[in-house]
């Protein structure tokens, strides 16, 4: 089985603090992606890499960079976290191409006061 | 994406078969139907996707209709453990993975 795992389940942050979220699959997979989910507006693209040290803008960017160093690990940084910045962050990745399911990480919880 | 149509909540007895409809009328002749569903506080997991033919897994069956504008997600013997919010997705033609996660059904399972 896929495992995506992302390194912190909680976390709670300060405002203009800067904020690392990692995650990691474990199946050599070519694409990475970071989502942020919150209520009424479901799931959306923040950032995704369809390569090592490869990255496009998702929806929603701003506020966010990232980092591919590596295959298997997908780096989703806040430069200066804000409050609107508190969400649900999943991970997922895929092996490309279009009969490719993404598989997703549990999620973590961050929270900015 | 395609889009999809999804009933926005469906209730299901426990032990029963779960019928999740999804339409998409617009699907090219290429893309993909995957359904994904997301039990509260977790990560959305995959459960099947199929082009053309039905497909079926230790999860789940997937019907699609001859014209494809439409498929049907059956969970055979519905469990509590069920209950969540199904998501029927069809990815952009380009695919680099995108997905974008409609509303989807929310399913309730009842003893």
């Known amino acids: 089985d896929v495992k995506v795992t992302q390194s912190s389940r909680y976390l709670v942050k300060r405002t203009g603090e800067k904020v690392f979220l990692e995650c990691v699959q474990d199946?050599?997979?070519?694409?990475m992606f970071w989502y942020r989910q919150d209520p009424g507006l479901g799931l959306r693209l923040i950032y995704f890499?369809?390569?090592?040290?490869?990255?496009e803008k998702g929806d929603i960017p701003e506020g966010y960079s990232v980092s591919r160093e590596k295959k298997e690990r997908f780096s989703l940084i806040l430069e200066s976290a804000s409050t609107n910045q508190t969400s649900m962050y999943l991970c997922?990745?895929?092996?490309?191409?279009?009969?490719?399911?993404?598989?997703f990480g549990n999620g973590t919880r961050l929270t900015v006061t | 994406d395609a889009k999809t149509t999804q009933p926005p909540s469906m209730d299901c007895a426990e032990g029963r078969a779960a019928n999740l409809p999804c339409n998409h009328s617009t699907i090219s002749g290429n893309e993909y139907v995957y359904w994904y569903r997301q039990i509260h506080s977790q990560g959305p997991q995959y459960i099947i996707h199929?082009?053309?033919n039905n497909e079926t897994n230790e999860m789940a069956s997937l019907i699609i209709t001859e014209d494809r504008k439409s498929s049907t997600l059956i969970l055979p013997h519905a469990t509590l453990r069920d209950t969540a919010v199904y998501y029927c997705?069809?990815?952009?033609?380009?695919?680099?993975?995108?997905?974008?996660f409609g509303q989807g059904t929310t399913l309730q399972v009842k003893p």
């Open positions: 199946m050599d997979h070519e694409n």
């Open positions: 199929g082009l053309k």
């Open positions: 890499s369809y390569d090592v040290k490869m990255k």
């Open positions: 997922a990745s895929s092996q490309g191409g279009l009969n490719s399911p993404l598989h």
């Open positions: 997705i069809v990815p952009e033609r380009s695919n680099t993975g995108k997905l974008i």
